[in-house]
Structures are given as structure tokens and as C-alpha cells.
């Protein structure tokens, strides 16, 4: 199922703007502030959510890739050295070759521990005070922080796929209201109606019931409602991306 969540929330601020307007029928305000307001909130802000954690993530995603890509020369140098005076050390592979964040991670901090248990002998401490021993910890730092922004942003996008449903089922009865009480041509409801998608002509109202002009994403045809419904009435759509994936190997 695909939702365009960008145009569901542009919708649905339409849909609060309208019941707020002193120049549309009370009814509206009325009916919205009964049965729709607290759904539709909900979905807006957690909306603002997901756009906040999207932030986040990409700017600690990028500090973290950055890191990793100027400690691969360090981490290879340290490993060779290492396994050349302790032969017997079982050590990771190269940071490129692990395939998560964790494994990356575990990658520095192991190779890290087996230097610090040898501080105080010469190959040790050259390497704790070289490129690799100086730049660990800050790598370690740049992808601890960004699988904690990794795991803001799944649960963003969680809580905006749950607030979907009610939201969802509350605009189109505010809409059918708004329809009644302003008329199929209205403005008011061409702001707020969703037209079929290209391709699924005689699916949906047509003429004065377009909206904007942008196509609607896939999903629930008849009478142009075409966001897409949840399946089973209310469940939410599946959240996009992975748990764990930052930052890509």
C-alpha cells in the first residue's frame, strides 16, 4: 500500500483551517472540533515528528559515514599491527567488509580493547597514540549517536503510520460535510477532496471535484477518495525502512 503522507497532511491542514474560518458555516467547526480534531492533531504532529527525527538521522547518518570513512586507513593499519606482535588475536575483518552499524562498532571496539589491554608496551602505545587510537573514540561516539537517531526515526514513522487510520476515516466524514455544506464545486471542498489517480479514469468524482491538480497516491477507489485506506479497516501501513540501518555499510 502506498500513502503520500506529504499530501494526506497538507490535506488535512486544509481540513483545520477550514473549520476554524469564521466566514464558513458554524456547522463545520462544530463537527470538526466533535470528531475530528483530536484524530487529526494527533496525525499532524506526529507528522512534525517524522520530519524532525528524518532530520536528525540524515545529519548524524552523515557525521557517522564520515567518520567511518576516515578511520578505514587507521582501523587497517591497527589490525595488521596487532595481528604482526599478537598472531593469536582473533580479531573482525575490515570495517568495509561488516555489514551493519553494530558490527562496525563492535569492529573498533574490539580491536580498541585488545590495544588498551596492552598499554604500557611500545607497538600499544604508539598505535593508542596514533591515528587509530585517536580517532576511535570519536568514531564510536559519531555511530552511537546515529543509531540512536536511527531508532528516533523508526519510531517516528511507527506512531505517524498508527495515527494514520483514525485520521483517515475522520477526514472523510468531515469532508462529506463539507461537501453538503458548501456544494460539490466549492472551493472549500476541492481543497480538501482528493481526485483519482492518473490511469483510473471513471473511478472518481470528476470535473468540479477535482483538487489541486496533483495526482493522488494508490490506494481506495469510489468517489474520489483515493488516500489510501488502511486494510481491515484502520490497520497502519507498514513502516518504511529498516530498524537498524544506519549508517549503510
Known amino acids: 500500500m502506498n500513502i503520500d503522507y506529504d499530501r494526506f497532511t497538507r490535506i488535512l491542514t486544509r481540513c483545520a483551517e ?5 466566514a464558513q458555516p458554524p456547522i463545520l467547526g462544530s463537527v470538526y472540533k466533535a470528531m475530528a480534531e483530536e484524530k487529526i492533531t494527533k496525525f499532524l504532529t506526529a507528522s512534525k515528528k517524522v520530519d ?4 536528525a538521522f540524515a545529519k548524524e547518518n552523515r557525521e557517522a559515514l564520515k567518520a567511518l570513512d576516515a578511520l578505514d586507513a587507521p582501523y587497517r593499519v591497527a589490525r595488521a599491527a596487532v595481528l604482526a606482535v599478537l598472531p593469536e588475536a582473533v580479531l573482525p575483518d575490515t570495517l568495509k567488509s561488516q555489514p551493519t552499524d553494530t558490527d562496525k562498532l563492535n569492529a573498533i571496539e574490539r580491536l580498541l580493547d585488545v590495544i588498551d589491554d596492552n598499554a604500557g608496551k611500545p607497538w600499544a602505545d604508539t598505535l593508542l597514540q596514533g591515528p587509530f587510537g585517536q580517532q576511535a573514540p570519536g568514531t564510536i561516539k559519531e555511530i552511537n549517536e546515529a543509531i540512536t537517531a536511527s531508532t528516533a526515526r523508526s519510531a517516528a514513522l511507527t506512531d505517524r503510520a498508527a495515527a494514520y487510520g483514525p485520521a483517515y476515516e475522520v477526514y472523510l466524514a468531515f469532508k462529506r ?5 458548501c456544494g460539490p464545486g466549492s472551493k472549500e471542498y476541492r481543497r480538501i477532496h482528493l481526485r483519482a489517480s492518473p490511469g483510473s479514469a471513471g473511478k472518481g468524482e470528476a470535473g468540479a471535484d477535482a483538487t489541486d491538480g496533483e495526482p493522488a497516491p494508490s490506494g481506495e477507489a469510489g468517489a474520489g477518495d483515493t488516500v489510501s485506506t488502511p486494510a481491515g ?9 529498516g530498524q537498524n540501518d544506519s549508517p549503510p555499510a
Open 18 to 22: 477550514l473549520a476554524t474560518d469564521p
Open 52 to 55: 524532525a527525527a528524518l532530520t
Open 177 to 181: 460535510v463539507v461537501r453538503n455544506a
Open 233 to 241: 479497516g484502520g490497520a497502519p501501513e507498514p513502516v518504511p525502512g
